[in-house]
């Protein structure tokens, strides 16, 4: 691992950024996972192609995260380099009265804060979604009937494979339930530009307040969890079905189904991510068996398995 460091030193990457042997249990929100040979904090376009182009020149593997808020890294941690699109890439502004532009390390609440302070409508479904702007768009990410594919105009990314800059068209993302064109492509979001309307802020703060509330009803946000688990399969809904099969409150280790919302995985103090993956496969088996719907995890899984 030193060598790595060292080879990186020699880059415009600042010493600050550069992590090595790093666990990712601090950088996800179910707040698991075992360590990454070297994680770079990204806060700048620079500093991002000048990490991607270092992998590349040593072929080693690239992972990409944002804010690890819908992220499940297994406990042997993640080998080569992770690449952190940090809250700190986060330059928005509002070149027209309904547009947004802004880079994608940007954290959802963030933006629609910036949103409520302009006056422009839209975002407040998904103000409460603790991710970052990146993540939120390759998986399309959605709340209270709202999706984020529903606002973007264009994305611009940087592509892994010939370090081109390109930017896409709303039309060209292919965005769908819980996924997006860019969710197969070999790239990396830089920034977005989104489409919004005006409304009095007034209006707009009393809307954000009231998902707010609502969250807080029917979420466990006291423990630590990736959102919701399962995707929502066709023609039912997964925290139905898992209550309907008797999971709420079934443990694992310290993983467990939430009482508050079946939906919900969450770690009660010190699951391990094998206690999450043994019980979201658990979850997966008996709803299939007694219901006939085989659940998709909607978490993205990363890493390798803890050695023996």
């Known amino acids: 691992m030193s060598s790595i460091y060292e080879q990186l030193s020699g880059t415009d990457i600042p010493a600050s950024a550069i992590h090595l042997n790093v666990p990712m ?3 996800t929100t179910f707040r698991v996972g075992g360590p990454a040979d070297c994680l770079i904090d990204i806060s700048s376009l620079s500093c991002l192609q000048s990490a991607v182009t270092f992998a590349r020149q040593h072929a080693l ?4 995260i944002g804010n690890g808020s819908n992220l499940l890294v297994r406990d042997g941690g993640i080998r080569g380099i992770v690449i952190r699109i940090s809250s700190s890439y986060n330059n928005v502004e509002s070149p027209s009265d309904t547009t947004i532009c802004c880079e ?55 592509s892994l494979d010939n370090e081109t800059i390109h930017t896409y068209n709303v039309d060209e993302l292919a965005f769908g339930y819980r996924t997006s064109r860019l969710m197969h492509e070999s790239c990396i979001i830089l920034s977005a530009a989104l489409t919004l309307h005006p409304d009095a802020p007034g209006q707009i703060r009393t809307r954000m307040q009231d998902f707010a509330s609502q969250r807080r009803q029917k979420q466990p946000l006291d423990y630590p969890s990736a959102g919701s688990t399962f995707k929502r399969p066709k ?64 978490v993205r899984i990363l890493g390798e398995d803890a050695c023996d």
């Open 25 to 27: 249990s601090g950088y």
């Open 61 to 64: 593997p690239l992972t990409i």
């Open 104 to 158: 994608s390390g940007i954290s959802l609440s963030s933006l629609a804060q910036y949103a409520l302070s302009h006056g422009l409508a839209g975002f407040e479904p998904l103000s409460g979604i603790p991710g970052s702007l990146g993540g939120a768009i390759i998986m399309n990410a959605g709340a209270y009937g709202a999706e984020i594919g529903q606002l973007v105009k264009n994305v611009t990314v940087l």
């Open 235 to 298: 023609g039912a809904f997964a925290a139905k079905l898992i209550d309907d099969c008797g999971l709420r409150g079934f443990r694992t280790g310290d993983a467990q189904v939430s009482e508050k919302h079946c939906g919900f995985v969450i770690n009660r103090g010190n699951a391990t991510a094998s206690d999450i993956l043994s019980l979201m496969q658990h979850i997966q088996e008996i709803v299939q068996t007694r219901t006939g719907y085989l659940l998709e995890p909607e």
